[in-house]
């Protein structure tokens, strides 16, 4: 797996785990006792809901404990990566036609692609990080390959 995160990413893991484990886990497990004091199990939707609750809880703890053990932390990497590096605005033009875009690099845990942020790990941020104005790259996707030119960088 290897994210790519910062130490602030794997801090926001490891505090969401945190609450998961202790609070939540709690919490969840005092709502399927009231609700198996409810009477029978096999129609109580009550302790349905808080059983699958518990379930999903349990899951999204495995994730979070897969990413936290996984991750790569990148900061020296920013820390020494001159021109498009995460968290700074990019403009971009498609080469063969005049449109442009912009973007935002990030890490993986805060991609939103409907509001221009896209991974470092993702085939567009692969080939732009580290990349300088004027530079143009070529991006392999699966949709087919394209080029595109670097033509600003700035702060968000």
Sequence with gaps: ????LTKKDIEEL?????????PLTMEIAH???VAAAHGDRSENAEYKAAKSNMYDNFR???YLIKM??????IDDAIGITNGANIGK?????????DEVEEIELVTTLQVDIMNGK?????????????????DIVEVTS???NYKIELINISKK
């Design 118 to 134: 896209f991974s470092i790990e993702s085939p567009i941020g692969k080939v732009l990080f580290g990349k300088k104005i004027g």
């Design 60 to 62: 999204r703890m495995g």
């Design 89 to 97: 605005k990019l403009s971009i033009r498609f080469v063969g036609n």
């Design 68 to 73: 936290i053990r996984t991750a790569e932390v």
């Design 31 to 33: 709502e399927k006792m």
């Design 1 to 4: 797996m290897n994210n790519k």
């Design 14 to 22: 490891q505090k969401e785990f945190d609450y998961r484990k202790g």
């Design 142 to 144: 699966p949709d087919g």
